[in-house]
């Protein structure tokens, strides 16, 4: 998992359903979820361009504005 810059945001991967999730830290409410590469095993929020990096067992790299 990982969060976002303003500590607002969190990441996580769903490795048995091929997702990943967004969830509001204050609440840990879903805000998002959305379809990854094959078994996502790696996630990280790249400040300079506010993506979301998720690195996929199956070897396909995924990359997701916030």
Known sequence: MTL???NKSL????????TASK?????LKP???VR???MP???TYEPVTHT???ANYSGSLD???Q
């Open 4 to 6: 976002a810059q303003d």
């Open 11 to 18: 990441y996580v991967v769903n490795y048995n359903e091929d």
């Open 23 to 27: 969830f509001d830290t204050a609440t």
């Open 31 to 33: 805000l998002q979820k």
């Open 36 to 38: 990854t590469g094959h």
């Open 41 to 43: 095993i790696g996630i």
């Open 52 to 54: 979301v990096w998720v």
């Open 63 to 65: 990359v997701y504005s």
